[in-house]
């Protein structure tokens, strides 16, 4: 966007590896911290990855209206989808410098494969968060996996799915679960199974301020 001049003489937001970089680039334009998503005449910015769902609702809410948002939300589990966002929690310090250095070099004597068991009408977004969320561990890779082939999400979008070993560990999801409500329930089991050090990688990586109070058991 900043190549294409949609940035120039405008406000912006964006993630916080790019913090410091984005506007030595494009000097003429401003980045605005604590917000996970700007609009500035008619140009759109987000600071990406899970900031993308209160980015959609806030689109569908200036296309369809508030109710058709709170609509959306309720199917994703959200309960608003404000801008405001707490930017100084997501930057990389020497602690967690350290720790990356560590979960790098860990991952590479226990990364894993697992399967995603798909079927025809299951949650594309669940599943995407799922996935994403145990992949940025460093320690696990997850492939799509059913016995019959391609399948039909509940999106209607296509996925390529093949029969998997039949020993390889199950992705855990939950189908009572709204997308937003399986990825809180995923990174706690990061947290349980991986440890704080990795757990709070993913949550910076994916500039995500968690879910309020305690992982359930």
Not at 14 to 34: F, I, N, Q, Y
Not at 82 to 105: I, M
Not at 135 to 140: D, M, Y
Request: charged share 25%.
């Amino acid at each position: 966007m900043g190549r294409a001049g949609l940035l120039d003489g405008r406000r912006f937001t964006g993630h916080w590896s790019d913090r410091s970089l984005l506007p030595e680039r494009h000097p003429g334009a401003t980045h605005v911290p604590h917000q996970r998503y700007l609009v500035d005449r008619g140009v759109a910015t987000s600071t990406g990855i899970t900031a993308s769902v209160p980015a959609t609702l806030a689109l569908v809410e200036a296309i369809g209206g508030r109710e058709r948002a709170q609509a959306v939300a309720a199917d994703l589990g959200v309960a608003s989808w404000g801008p405001a966002h707490d930017s100084a929690r997501f930057e990389l310090d020497a602690r967690r410098k350290w720790n990356y250095v560590l979960n790098k070099a860990t991952a590479f004597w226990g990364h894993e494969r697992w399967r995603a068991d798909v079927r025809d009408g299951s949650d594309d977004i669940a599943l995407a968060l799922a996935a994403d969320a145990w992949s940025r561990t460093g320690r696990v890779s997850v492939d799509a996996a059913s016995a019959s082939g391609p399948v039909t999400l509940r999106s209607g979008l296509k996925l390529i799915a093949q029969p998997a070993a039949a020993d390889l560990p199950r992705l855990p999801l939950a189908s009572d679960l709204k997308p937003m409500q399986q990825l809180d329930r995923t990174l706690c089991e990061i947290a349980r199974r991986e440890g704080d050090s990795r757990h709070e990688w993913v949550l910076l990586e994916m500039e995500y301020p968690s879910a309020p109070g305690p992982c359930a058991s």
